[in-house]
T-cell receptor, first 113, second 111 residues
Framework: NAGVTQTPKFQVLKTGQSMTLQCAQD?????MYWYRQDPGMGLRLIYY???????DKGEVPNGYNVSRLNKREFSLRLESAAPSQTSVYFC????????????FGPGTRLTVT | SQQGEEDPQALSIQEGENATMNCSYK?????LQWYRQNSGRGLVHLIL?????REKHSGRLRVTLDTSKKSSSLLITASRAADTASYFC???????????FGTGTRLTIIP
């Protein structure tokens, strides 16, 4: 099992450009999550999907959109990138809800210039 | 917002020594989770302790939970160079069904 995979690993964007971060899991998990990690801030939840067909905002959703394409895949889109979105982005999944451990992908390091 | 706060922020010890880090949180929980993050990698789940448990072991890890003090500790015994990483506690917020992570303890093991 690959677990949680993310693409790309690195990306540099210019201000105003758009891009989609891809995430897939092969553990038949119901819930999937997108976090960003900034120095000194810990992980902050951007969006999550409790189950296929549902998505909800997290702590810092502004400037992002998500799509739960199917049970395996959960993508994060930046429509118009800003320097404040320079961060490391992590996707995670679990069997469902906050009473279970989460499994994380390797991350995408995004720089917006 | 409810958040686990780890203490200390950074810790350096000699290989073979024990490392202890603490987490405090603000509201009632039904579980608390600890994760490890090696430099440049994703987080890895270490252990989950439920509110009706006081202590839990996994290999060289020992986690305690004191719900009356709203605190938890993670003890790593007989540390190894490979334990060098950041360690995070995470607590559930049932108000919004989200898991909140602290800012982490950066542990350095000196060979």
């Amino acid at each position: 099992n690959a677990g949680v995979t993310q693409t790309p690993k690195f990306q540099v964007l210019k201000t105003g450009q758009s891009m989609t971060l891809q995430c897939a899991q092969d553990m038949n998990h119901n819930s999937m999550y997108w976090y960003r990690q900034d120095p000194g801030m810990g992980l902050r939840l951007i969006y999550y999907s409790a189950s296929e067909g549902t998505t909800d905002k997290g702590e810092v959703p502004n400037g992002y959109n998500v799509s739960r394409l199917n049970k395996r895949e959960f993508s994060l889109r930046l429509e118009s990138a800003a320097p404040s979105q320079t961060s490391v982005y992590f996707c995670a999944s679990n069997r469902g809800g906050i009473s279970y451990e989460q499994y994380f992908g390797p991350g995408t390091r995004l720089t917006v210039t | 917002s409810q958040q686990g706060e780890e203490d200390p922020q950074a810790l350096s010890i000699q290989e073979g020594e024990n490392a202890t880090m603490n987490c405090s949180y603000k509201t009632s929980i039904n579980n608390l989770q600890w994760y490890r993050q090696n430099s440049g990698r994703g987080l890895v789940h270490l252990i989950l302790i439920r509110s009706n448990e006081r202590e839990k072991h996994s290999g060289r890890l020992r986690v305690t939970l004191d719900t009356s003090k709203k605190s938890s500790s993670l003890l790593i015994t007989a540390s190894r160079a490979a334990d060098t990483a950041s360690y995070f506690c995470a607590t559930p917020n049932f108000g919004n069904e989200k898991l909140t992570f602290g800012t982490g303890t950066r542990l350095t093991i000196i060979p």
